[in-house]
């Protein structure tokens, strides 16, 4: 069936939003993508306001083919969205009521509580280095004292968490996080995780060696055909990678 | 008809934890609660780990006749499945598609954009107080860098779309954030916008004055019956408030 809905994807380089573009291949969707880039401050421009007041990215609008508009904003929500209202053939749906309250609880726990412990240090790690802060090392020594008093444990027990749930679900022979197919979890967890072993973000470089169920879950996450295709697609925007 | 299953609330003090409270006066669900008091740092004691490794809270508990057990964590999630499975009468359910849009919008909106940032200005409030920080003074000054920097700003601008929110909503004659009925959407919003007219958080005393709107959907907020229930069953626990 031809899609009937037009889909713009509202998108900002180096952002959460890349796993709404490997969701809608997941789906055979077809969309629109508009591009924002960071200023200089590694903030979102101005111009992302116009489109929500929040000024945040990704935002999904569909118009429908009786002209109605629906915007989508927080990204648990949007990939929920799209599966309940276009995974026709099932492809991402959970095969139990057991798991699919399993998805929804991740859908919310990426957003809630793990995603905000990478922004705090994101903060934090920025903070060291724009001004105007007093000096860079003694802002750089209470950064490092937050961190460790708060966000390095945080952290710490969530990626504990994240390896214990990988370990289990290696042992059953699936790859994923919830039952034995690619679902919504998968795709909301993706930015996190991968953040995780690509960026600073895991804190020191042992990361690897620390958590080595979670990091099998990574690469083989990062083979899925359909993230590859969205990585592709965003390359040409993210060729020079930001250093933070 | 009676409630066949058996639903046990661990709940932390002082925490986002007493808005499911609210929402089970609401369902007029029956519930066993389990009181989790804060340690001295203002953290979560160990024994909620034993409950859901990150140690969080809410955690809710659901036994079914056939004693199955349901575990819930991630107060957006708790919300919606509650509703979902226990307002048999329709009583938070909206009146049209759009506004179920937007309840499920919001129960992501405030875990995944709002509360991190007050979760991030308490973090580093909390940081000028401990030790191990170089001293206070210098702490102070960083993190009133950081605070101008990013949560500042941010929580102004979530505030400002909140106050708009609620202007809008008044002006149609509602007190409620979707529609003209209380939703899903009131109750997770309800913490986050509390603690803004309560503690510090809202960074500065003028916040009344500033956004008008959002105070008095916050003092109507405050007459919810249902709310004022949960509030009296937890004053027991929260007799002396936590000053920070």
């Given at each position: ?24 291949d ?200 359909s993230?590859k295709n969205a ?14």
């Open positions: 069936m031809p899609q009937e809905d037009r889909i713009t994807v509202h998108w900002l380089n180096f952002s959460r939003a890349q796993r709404i573009l490997w969701l809608l997941e789906l055979n969707l077809s969309y629109d993508l508009k591009v924002y880039e960071r200023t200089k401050e590694y903030r979102a421009p101005k111009e992302l306001e116009q489109v929500h007041p929040l000024g945040k990215s990704p935002v999904v609008e569909i118009t429908k083919p009786d002209g109605e508009v629906i915007q989508l904003a927080e990204s648990g929500w949007i990939v929920q969205y799209l599966i309940d209202n276009y995974d026709t053939e099932g492809k991402l749906k959970p095969a139990t009521i057991q798991d699919s309250n399993k998805v929804n609880y991740f859908l919310h726990y990426s957003e809630g509580t793990f995603q905000p412990l990478l922004v705090g240090l994101l903060v934090n790690q920025m903070a060291t280095k724009v001004p105007p802060f007093p000096a860079n090392w003694i802002a750089g020594a209470v950064v490092k004292g937050i961190n460790a008093k708060y966000y390095g444990p945080e952290l710490e027990k969530n990626l504990k968490y994240l390896n214990g749930i990988a370990a289990a679900q290696h042992s059953n022979g699936s790859k994923y996080l919830v039952g034995n197919k690619l679902s919504g979890a998968d795709i909301i967890l993706s930015f996190p995780i991968v953040s995780i072993f690509t960026t600073g973000r895991g804190l020191r470089p042992s990361v690897v060696d620390e958590f080595p169920e979670l990091h099998k879950y990574y690469q083989n996450l990062s083979q899925e055909k993230l990585n592709e697609k965003i390359a040409q925007y993210e060729r020079n990678p930001l250093k933070l």
